[in-house]
């Protein structure tokens, strides 16, 4: 230490490793602040007023609670139509006319095709076709959001560079579950 209390860089390195060396928090700690951030999450999500408002919480909020890149909602107008999308996390509106929203509406027909629509699907990223060579979000979870007669009637898409890691698939089940309430 220097006169006056002051660390010197000696001392400041020694603080540090011994605070890289700290214990860290009990399991139950870590598990309890998840848990406080997920019912945080989905009271502010059940306040929405409005369906806009809710999915464009629901598509730039929900990393809160699961890791990604982007989230895109998509909505039928009809039942046995095809999904469209209608939001995009960080974007304030679709270009209907974007190659790459043309790109994840056809990657999710041919996942659901196979699996069928109340599915949910991970998307590999074998299953991406030419268009979506340039975009960096390979990895994709669909999660279909059911009405009450568990139908169908809109999905959240979630991209992400890398794999999701095993428990993304429940939290995303849990979105989807919390915004199809009501």
Not at 99 to 128: C, F, Y
Not at 148 to 165: C, M, R
Request: include cysteine; proline fraction near 9%; charge should be neutral.
């Amino acid at each position: 230490r220097r006169p006056g209390g002051a660390l010197t860089a000696q001392g400041k390195r020694r603080n540090a490793a011994a605070m890289s060396d700290a214990v860290p928090p009990p399991p139950g700690q870590a598990a309890a602040a998840g848990l406080a951030a997920l019912l945080q999450y989905e009271a502010e999500l059940r306040r929405k007023a409005s369906v806009p408002e809710l999915c464009y919480f629901v598509a730039n909020d929900s990393r809160a609670i699961l890791p990604y890149a982007q989230m895109f909602i998509l909505r039928q107008k009809l039942a046995g139509e095809g999904f469209r999308v209608e939001h995009v996390s960080s974007l304030a509106a679709v270009d209907r006319q974007a190659p790459l929203i043309h790109a994840i509406e056809q990657r999710v027909a041919k996942g659901l095709a196979v699996a069928g629509e109340a599915q949910p699907l991970d998307l590999a990223p074998a299953d991406a076709d030419d268009a979506l060579a340039e975009y960096p979000n390979h990895h994709a979870l669909w999660q279909p959001l059911l009405d009450a007669a568990g139908q169908p009637f809109a999905g959240l898409l979630v991209t992400a560079a890398q794999p999701f890691p095993a428990d993304a698939a429940p939290r995303l089940a849990r979105i989807a579950e919390t915004m199809a309430h009501g």
